[in-house]
């Protein structure tokens, strides 16, 4: 995909902050990474939307019920390993 130079005006400490938490090299890169995330989450939000538009039919509601949910029960401390995310 072409890219081409253009003119932004942004908060300097965002862009700053939100290249040092994925370790993006520029100011470029994360302001395409953003839009590739606003993209794919206005995509999945649509998708969302229009699923919650058309009911599941009766086999799709029997199919869900198959599902294995057995291993999403565990005794993981998530908050403790992920303690000094936090910060």
Do not use: C, F, N
């Amino acid at each position: 995909m072409a890219k081409e130079k253009v003119t932004i005006t942004l908060d300097r400490s965002k862009a700053d902050t939100a290249r040092s938490l994925v370790g993006a090299a520029s100011t470029s890169e994360i302001i395409d990474l953003a839009l590739d995330r606003i993209i794919r989450a206005e995509r999945l939000r649509r998708d969302l939307a229009a699923y919650r538009r058309v009911p599941p039919t009766d086999a799709e509601l029997e199919l869900a019920l198959l599902a294995q949910t057995a291993a999403l029960d565990d005794d993981t401390d998530w908050a403790a390993l992920y303690a000094d995310d936090d910060q």
